[in-house]
């Protein structure tokens, strides 16, 4: 989100996280400062005082939240109800009411509605404050990624001269995978970049080196496997029909999610190359810069990827705010 916002113009100069290993990925590529705390542990006074010492007066202020997706995704809600992660777009709705910033930024899964009680505890606080808002659910294809990835995000002003809409977004051309990544060396799973610490694909045990070398190039799926290098759960039901697939050059990339780095989690194949996606195309297809650096765990690294808002679609819902004060 702060990447995008960056590039449409916007100054953001801190960002909060309770996830530590993000500290030096959010700070070497944006230049601003990472607060490791968790939201709940926020105070309105101390964002008050952030204000204060990095703005003006003649300053705008935007306060913008991500809240955690997966409490509120469809296969989340086959599994257990009671999820502390829910309760974080409350405390999010309670910074806000405390500061009541000029912008707000919200993001979110897109069947998120008014009839999530949250969710409409939230829009009920920008009516109460005196702030005019739209939500709208996006897709980042429209947007210049190279992937179906459906987010609903809200955007609301409390300085009545301003007219903030999403019609000032600028949809932009289709892009397919190629135009992403088909530019990188070729590595094998077990041969990383020499140019590009990022540029390296998980290893691969034996019978999945097998299975995607029998899965034919450019879209391939499991279909096409022998019986021995099927899965038990997959031989007598189709189920999860995209596990263990390859990509396609002209087409969009399945979702990138924090697992996408491994094989068998979805559709991450690489078209052509006997492997699942490298980080870096990971990276790439989430619009982060070529020269955008990450850092921790490979484990890590992925799940920040993973968890990111799409860089240009970030970026698009920031012009708005832009083209609305100039």
Known sequence: MTKGLQLAGIDVFAGVDFEPSCKDTYEK????????????????????????????KNDYTMLAGCAPCQPYSMINTRKKQNDDRKTLLDE???VINGVKPHFVLMENVSRLNEE???FFNFIDMLDKNGYRYEYKVLNAKDYGVAQNRKRLFLIAT???????SFDNIQTKQTVILKDV????????????????NLHKAKELNEINLKRIQST????????????????????NKQVFLDNYGRLAWDKLSSTITTKFNQYYSGRFGHPEQDRALSLREGAL???????????????QIARQIGNAVPVNLSKAVGEAFVSAIT
Not at 158 to 164: A, Q, T
Not at 183 to 191: F, R, S, V, Y
Not at 285 to 299: A, L, S
């Open 158 to 164: 409390r300085i009545k001269k301003i007219n903030l």
């Open 216 to 235: 034919p190039l450019d879209g391939g799926l499991r279909a096409d496997w022998s019986d021995d290098l099927k899965l038990d759960c997959h031989k």
């Open 116 to 118: 999530n009680p949250y």
């Open 92 to 94: 999010f709705r309670r």
């Open 29 to 56: 590529n944006n230049g601003a400062m990472f607060i490791n705390k968790s939201i709940v542990e926020i105070t309105a006074k101390e964002i008050i005082e952030l204000f204060k010492r990095n703005t003006t």
């Open 285 to 299: 297809i989430q619009t982060f810069p070529e020269n955008y650096q990450f850092y921790g765990t490979d484990y």
């Open 181 to 196: 990544i088909s530019h990188l060396e070729p590595i094998g799973h077990n041969q990383p970049s020499k140019h590009d």
